[in-house]
C-alpha cells in the first residue's frame, strides 16, 4: 500500500449540541459506554494500516490530550509517523463549512514534511466502522483526484444540517449542497470523510487566494470539473452526532443487537484507552433487560434499554429506562430515571425521579447531586 | 546505579497439574480468574501497589503464553528499564548442550542469582504467583528492617486442624520463629506461612549456594532453606497477615474462591480504587444484555452478549451465552459460545470453547461426585450438540497440543 | 483477525562461534557496531522500514542478551500487539523432560510453526539477525507476487572465486531458479543467496513438515528445503539486490565492516534519513572533546570522554579514553576504559573492559599473524597496567561466566 | 518513602532572554547538546523516585508537549500516577514573583486528587542535578513546613534578578529578598525548587484572599514566623538561565569536564527524549579541541571551545571557535564563527564570517540562511 496520512479535524463544535459539550470538544464526547468519538475515526484510519495522524486540536486540547494521551492504545506511539498534534482554532459549524482550509494552512508544514502519497481527511463526529484501505484502494483504481465517502439515507433521517452529495451516472461528484436546499427521496449524506492526493491538497492550499474563511469542501465542490472527484458509497452504520437527540438517538441505536455487532464485533476493532475497571457485578436483585453495560459498574437495580459506561452504582430499587449513564454516577435506592442523560459522575440521592421526554432526554450535567 | 533496596522475584513455574486441563495449554498464573484478571495480576499488582518496582518473573511451564501476556510489565507500571530495574521473565535456559527445570523453588533462585547480583538489592521478596490476595510488601518490609531480621516470613491463622497442610511456624511474644516445621503431621501451632518471604540478599545467598552443594536437599524454601537458616541462629521473623489470601491450586479451591466474589459483601473488594489490581487487557465493547436474558449474582465481563439465563456465575470477557440456555453456578473462561437450549450447572468451561445447543452438562449427579461436583470443561474444543456431561467430571480433548 | 499479507522470521539464533570471544556472554545479533548499534539493528529496521509489522526473532544463543535488547520491539516500531503483531521472541521451549536446540534452520522455523499458524500470514519472510545491509523487502515482496513465486531467494553477484562459498543459483531469462546449489566446490554462476528468502506460506509449511520426517536431512534451508522445492517442480525466483550487503560472521569480516563506515563516502549510509536504522538506545550526554585530544576520522557515539588521540576508530558508548593515549585502527565496545599512556593499534575492545595504563596491544606484529593481524581483547575484563600483548592474538579470561 | 508528588512550573518566560525563546518557553529551551532545560527538573525527580509529575503548561503547549511526549522516556507513562499536564498561563518573570498561586488554583483539583505527603515545586529554569531523595529526608527529619532549597555563590555571581535566602542561625529561612537590594559577600540563592506538605499547600491557597497576583514565594515568605520553613544547601553545579548571556555561559561552561561529570555521569541521570541518530563522524580533516559535539554530526572543519547539537554538518576549512551550534545547522566552506549561537536548522553558506562579541554572542535564529 502507498503511504497514507491521515487527518482528524477535532476542534469543531455544533451550537445545537452545545448543552451536552461544553467542555469538551465533540471528539471528546462519551459515546456507547466506553468510547469517545474520536475513537471511531482514529481506529478506522489505524485499521487501514495508516500510521501517520495528525489530530487537528481545539484551543482546549486537554479533554482529547487526556483520552488520546501518546496514542499508544492505538499503535501510535511510534518513531516514524505516529501521533502528530496540530493546532487549530475551536469552530462552531453548522454544516458546509467543515474543514475550514486555515487550519490545513496553520500546518502546511506538517503537510509538506510527511510524504505521503494520499490523506485521508476525516472529521470527528461520525460513529462508523468503516475499512478505508477498501476505499484508498478504490481511491487508487480509479486514479480519482478526490474521493468523497457518501452514506445513502431514507429522507426522513436526513438532517438538515447534512451536506449532500450529487453525483453524476459515473458516480462522480458534481455538486455539494446543504440538505434543507433539495428535495430528494433519499439522499446521499457526506459523512465527512473524503480521501486525497497530498500534491493536489497543497496545491489547492497555495492556489486559493480566496480568504481563509473558505472550507475544503468549499475547494472541492468549486472545482468538480476540473479534477476528478470520485464517489465511494458506505452501505453500513453511520451516524453523525451534532444535536443531544442525535446524541441520544445514537447511542440508543446500540440497544440493536445487530449495530453492537457492526460497530464492534467485525474484523476492524474500535479501540480506546483501557482502564483497570473490575468486571461488572449484578446482584440477586438485579434485572436487566436489553441493555448495554460497561465494565466496573455495580448493579444491584432495574435496567431497561439503557446504556450504562464504566463504574456506574445503581441501588436497589431503582429503575433505569431508555436512559445513558455515563461513567462514576451513582444512582441510590428506588430512583426513577426515564428518557434522561446523565453526564459523568453525576450523584442521584434516593427517591428521586427524573422523567425526560422521549424525544427529548433531560440532560444532567457532570458532577451535580440530585 | 543506586543500591536497590529491594526486588521482587515471582515464581510462576508450577504447572498447576491439579488445575487438571486447565493448565494444559497455559501456565497456572495465567490462568484467567474473577471475570476479567489472571491469576499472576494479584502479585503483580501488589508490588506495582507497594512501590516494589524490579520483580523477577520465574517461568518454566508453558513460558510463552506468560511471556505474552507479562510483555514488559507495562500493564503494572513496571516496564522494563534500562538499569535492569522493572519486569524481567526468567526462562529456564537452553544451553547447547540441553535446558531441564528447576529442581525446586530454592533451585529456581539459585538458577537466576546472576540476575539477582547485577541488581545488587539489599533484600528480596519472594512471592508465589498463583495465589489471590491484597497485600502491601512495604508494611512488611518495614517489619522486617525494625527487626533487624535475616528472614521474615508472612503468616496468617488457620484452623489447627489445617495447619498441617502448611509449613507450620512456632513464634515468641516478639514474633521471632523459634521452630519451623514444613507441612508437620501434627502442628504445633496454628500460624501458617503463606510461602511469602523477605530475605536479607546476603543471607539468602549463602543459603542458596550451600543448599545447592547438599546432595541431600529437594532444594526447597519450606523444607530445606528455612529450617538450615533457623538451625544456624539466624534471625527469622512471623509477619502476620489479618486479610484475604487463598491458594487457588486446586480446582475446587479455584472454583470456591470465584465464587466468594459473588457474596453481597465479598471479603475481597476488587471495586476498591485505593488497591486496585491491574490487568493487562483489550479494550473490548460493553456487554450486550439481550431482551429475554435475565443476569442475576453474577460477574460478567466486556465483550460478553448475554441472551440467555445466568445465574450465580462469573463470565470473562467476550462469551456469548445464546437464549434459551441457561447457565448457573459456572465459570465462563474468555472467548467461550454457549448454544440456545443448552443448560449447565457448577461447571469451568475452558477458553475458547464451543458448547453446542442443547447440552446438558452437570445436570446428571453421580452418586460418587469427582472434584466437589465441578465439571470441568477443557479449553479450544467443541462440545457437540446435545451432549449430556455428569457432575464432576472432566471433559477433555486427546492430541494435537495447541501452540503454548 | 485480518489475514497478515506477510510476517518476518528473524534467525537469531546463531552462536558466532567464528567470532571468539565477542559472543562469549551475548548473541552474535546482540553486538555492537558501528558506534552505535546492534548487529539485529539492521534486519529489524529494514522490517520497519519495509511496513512488516509482525517479527518472530528466533533466539537460542544466551537468548537472554537479545530479550533484554529487543523487549517488545518498541524501539522498531513493532510494540507487541494483543493479536499477536508486533514483536515476538521465540526461545527453544523446555518441556517437563528438558529442551534442546534446533537442529537447522529449517527445524527452527518448524518447531515455531504454531506460533505462524495462529498469524496466518499469506507469506513467510525468512531473515537472518546478522547481515549489516539496507533492504526495502516490499519491494522484493512485489516482485515474487509478480512472479506468482512459491519462493523467491534474494541473491546477488559475488566474483566468480567466492562463489564457492554460498548457495550459488542458476536462472533463466525471467530470473526463474532451474539450478540450486548450496556452497558447490565449482560454481555455475556468481549469483548467490543472500539467506533471504520469501516463501508462499502453504509451501514452506508442507515442506517444513516432510523435511523434519525426513530423517538424512540436515534440516537446513540451502541444503535441503530449496533442493527439494526445486526438485519437486515449484516456482523459485531469483531477485537481484545490487546495494550492500555483508555477513559479519567472522572477526576479520566484522572489523572490515565496520572500517568501511570510516570511508569518506561509505557503501552504506547511516546519515539518510529516508531509511535510518534505528536502534534501542539510552539517553547519554554528548561527547566531550578533550584540550589536548586528537580525533581524526572516527567515528564516536554519546557518552565518550575522549582526551587522547583518536584515529581510524569506531568508538561506541561511554567510553573513557585518557590524555596520552593512543587509539589506531580499532573498535572499541561500550563502556571501556583506556588508561593513560596506552597504545592500541588495531583491535578489537570487547564491552566494559578496563585497558590499564601503558598497556601496548597490538604493536608488536609477529611473522605469522593469526586473524589478520587483528587483536581481540574480551568483554568485562582489566588488562594489567603495561601489558603488552602482540597482534592477531585472542587475549581472553577464562573462568566465571557472567550471567547472559 | 512518603508519597511525593511533583509540580514543575513550565509556564514562564523571562524578557531579557527573548530573543532566544520567543516560540517557546524556556522549559524548551535546547541545551547542551542535546537536552531541553525542563529535562533538569524532571529527571531530578524521577531519580527521587517521584512517580507523579504535574507539567504547568503554558498556552503555547506544543514545543513542551513535542518534547516530553507521554513522558515514556522518564517512565512517567504510567497507569498510577504518571505525567498530569496542568494548563497555566504564560508569564513574563523578572525575579520573586515566580509560581505565581493562580496556577495552583487554577489547577486545586489535581492537588486534592493525588492524595502525596509532599509536595516538590521546581521551576524550567535551571540545570542542576540533584539528589531531591536527600533533600525530602532531611525535610522529614526537620518536620519543617517547607523546605527551600539555595545554593551559595560570590557576589560576582549572583544576578539582580536572583531571589535571595535570608537565614538565622539554626539554619530557617527569616526572609526572601531581591538579589539587587542586598549587599553580602556571598549570596544564598534560591534555586526555584523547595519542598510544602500538601495539606499546608492546600490550606494556604484557601487561606489567602489577597488577590491572584502574589506567588507561592509571597505566601511562604508572609509566614516565615508561623511556619517552619527551612533550608538545604545544595553544593553541586548550578546555573540559572535567563538571558541570552546567562545561556551562554552555562552551556559554556560544560567545556570544563568536571562539569559534564557532576552534571551527567554522576549516580543519576538526566534522562531526555531519545533520537535515532547515528554516531558523529569526525573525518580526516577534522580538527576538534576543548568541544562538546552530540551525535548525528558529521564534522570536517576545525572545533574549538564550542557546543554542537544533534545533526550539524561542518564543512571543510570550517572554523568554529567559542560558540553554540544547535541540531541539523549546515555550516559551509571556510565558514568563520566565533561567539556565535545558531539555533536549529540554520545554513551558513561558504565563506561567510561571523564574529560576534565575547561576552555577547551573536544569535542567529532558526531555520534562516545565511
Known amino acids: 500500500m502507498s503511504k497514507v496520512l491521515g487527518i482528524i479535524s477535532c476542534n469543531y463544535q455544533f451550537n445545537k449540541i452545545h448543552e451536552l459539550n461544553q467542555n469538551r470538544p465533540i471528539a471528546a464526547l462519551p459515546f456507547g459506554g466506553r468510547y469517545a468519538i474520536v475513537d471511531f475515526p482514529l481506529s478506522n484510519m489505524v485499521n487501514a494500516g495508516i500510521t501517520s495522524v495528525g489530530i487537528v486540536m481545539p484551543s482546549d486540547y486537554r479533554p ?84 468523497l465517502i457518501y452514506k445513502e439515507q431514507s429522507k426522513v433521517n436526513c438532517d438538515e444540517l447534512a451536506c449532500i452529495v450529487k453525483l453524476d451516472d459515473k458516480g462522480q461528484v458534481t455538486d455539494m449542497v446543504k440538505s434543507g436546499t433539495v428535495d430528494f427521496d433519499s439522499c446521499r449524506i457526506f459523512t465527512d470523510q473524503l480521501i486525497i492526493g497530498r500534491e493536489l491538497l497543497l496545491r489547492l492550499l497555495t492556489e486559493s487566494y480566496s480568504g481563509d474563511e473558505l472550507s475544503l469542501i468549499d475547494l472541492v465542490k468549486n472545482r468538480t ?72 459498574c455495580l448493579i444491584n437495580g432495574q435496567l431497561e434499554k439503557s446504556l450504562l459506561f464504566r463504574g456506574v452504582k445503581v441501588e436497589k430499587g431503582a429503575r433505569i429506562k431508555n436512559s445513558i449513564i455515563m461513567h462514576d454516577c451513582q444512582i441510590g435506592q428506588d430512583v426513577v430515571l426515564e428518557n434522561v442523560i446523565l453526564d459523568k459522575s453525576v450523584v442521584i440521592s434516593p427517591g428521586i425521579e427524573i422523567i425526560g421526554h422521549k424525544d427529548s432526554p433531560t440532560f444532567i450535567p457532570k458532577f451535580k447531586s440530585l | 546505579m543506586a543500591k536497590r533496596e529491594i526486588i521482587a522475584m515471582l515464581l510462576a513455574g508450577g504447572q498447576g497439574s491439579r488445575l487438571g486441563s486447565m493448565t494444559k495449554n497455559i501456565a497456572k498464573p495465567a490462568v484467567s480468574f474473577g471475570g476479567k484478571y489472571r491469576i499472576i495480576d494479584f502479585g503483580l499488582s501488589n508490588c506495582m501497589n507497594s512501590g516494589v518496582s524490579t520483580v523477577g518473573v520465574l517461568t518454566q511451564y508453558k513460558p510463552f503464553s506468560l511471556h505474552s501476556y507479562v510483555g514488559i510489565g507495562s500493564a503494572w507500571d513496571l516496564e522494563t528499564s534500562y538499569d535492569g530495574g522493572g519486569l524481567s521473565v526468567l526462562s529456564p535456559y537452553v544451553g547447547e548442550k540441553g535446558g531441564r527445570w528447576y529442581k525446586g523453588t530454592a533451585n529456581a533462585l539459585y ?29 512488611m518490609l518495614q517489619f522486617h528492617k525494625e527487626n533487624n531480621a535475616d528472614v521474615t516470613i508472612s503468616v496468617m491463622e488457620v484452623p489447627i486442624e489445617e495447619a498441617f ?218 462440545v457437540p450438540k446435545g451432549t449430556k456431561i455428569a457432575a464432576g467430571s472432566s471433559y477433555n480433548k486427546e492430541g494435537g497440543e495447541r501452540h503454548e
Open chain 1, 64 to 147: 482529547i490530550l487526556d483520552h488520546i494521551r501518546s496514542g499508544k492504545s492505538w499503535s501510535l506511539n511510534r518513531k516514524s509517523g505516529g501521533l502528530f498534534i496540530l493546532p487549530g482554532m475551536t469552530v462552531s459549524l453548522d454544516g458546509n463549512n467543515k474543514f475550514p482550509i486555515k487550519d490545513f494552512r496553520k500546518n502546511i508544514d506538517f503537510l509538506k514534511r510527511e510524504k505521503a502519497e494520499y490523506i485521508v481527511i476525516s472529521g470527528s463526529n461520525s460513529v462508523i466502522n468503516i475499512d478505508l484501505a477498501e476505499v484508498i484502494e478504490e481511491h487508487q483504481l480509479n486514479q480519482a483526484d478526490v474521493t
Open chain 1, 225 to 296: 470539473k476540473e479534477l476528478k472527484v470520485c464517489s465511494y458509497e458506505f452501505n453500513g452504520y453511520y451516524a453523525s452526532i451534532f444535536s443531544k437527540e442525535t446524541y441520544f438517538k445514537a447511542n440508543m441505536s446500540l440497544m440493536e443487537p445487530a449495530v453492537v455487532q457492526q460497530l464492534f464485533h467485525g474484523n476492524n476493532k474500535i479501540v480506546t484507552r483501557t482502564k483497570d475497571n473490575p468486571p461488572t457485578k449484578y446482584s440477586q436483585e438485579a434485572n436487566i433487560k436489553d441493555s448495554l453495560v460497561s465494565s466496573g
Open chain 2, 111 to 139: 538458577e537466576n542469582m546472576k540476575y539477582i547480583n547485577n541488581l545488587d538489592p539489599e533484600q528480596v521478596l519472594i512471592i508465589a504467583g498463583d495465589h489471590i490476595y491484597k497485600m502491601d510488601y512495604n508494611q
Open chain 2, 165 to 382: 497442610r502448611f509449613g507450620v511456624v512456632a513464634v515468641d511474644a516478639d514474633m521471632q520463629i523459634y521452630k519451623f516445621q514444613e507441612k508437620p503431621p501434627k502442628p504445633e501451632s496454628n500460624l501458617v506461612s503463606m510461602g511469602i518471604y523477605i530475605f536479607k540478599w546476603s543471607v539468602l545467598k549463602q543459603a542458596l549456594i550451600e543448599d545447592e552443594e547438599d546432595e541431600d536437599s529437594e532444594k526447597d524454601f519450606g523444607k530445606n532453606i528455612l529450617p538450615k537458616l533457623l538451625n544456624e541462629g539466624k534471625r527469622l521473623f512471623a509477619y502476620s497477615f489479618n486479610g484475604y489470601w487463598r491458594d487457588v491450586g486446586t480446582i475446587e479451591s479455584y472454583y470456591e474462591t470465584n465464587m466468594e466474589l459473588l457474596a453481597e459483601d465479598p471479603p475481597i473488594d476488587l471495586y476498591d480504587g485505593s488497591f486496585s489490581v491491574f490487568s493487562n487487557s483489550e479494550a473490548l465493547p460493553p456487554q450486550v444484555i439481550g431482551k429475554k436474558a435475565s443476569v442475576i449474582n453474577s460477574i460478567v465481563d466486556n465483550g460478553c452478549n448475554i441472551f440467555g439465563t445466568l445465574e450465580n456465575s462469573i463470565v470473562h470477557a467476550n462469551v456469548y451465552i445464546a437464549e434459551g440456555s441457561v447457565v448457573k453456578n459456572s465459570i465462563i473462561l474468555p472467548n467461550v459460545r454457549i448454544g440456545t437450549g443448552a443448560v449447565i450447572d457448577k461447571v469451568i468451561v475452558g477458553y475458547d470453547t464451543v458448547i453446542e445447543e442443547k447440552c446438558e452438562i452437570g445436570l446428571e449427579k453421580p452418586d460418587k461426585e469427582q472434584q466437589g461436583g465441578i465439571t470441568l470443561i477443557e479449553g479450544v474444543m467443541t
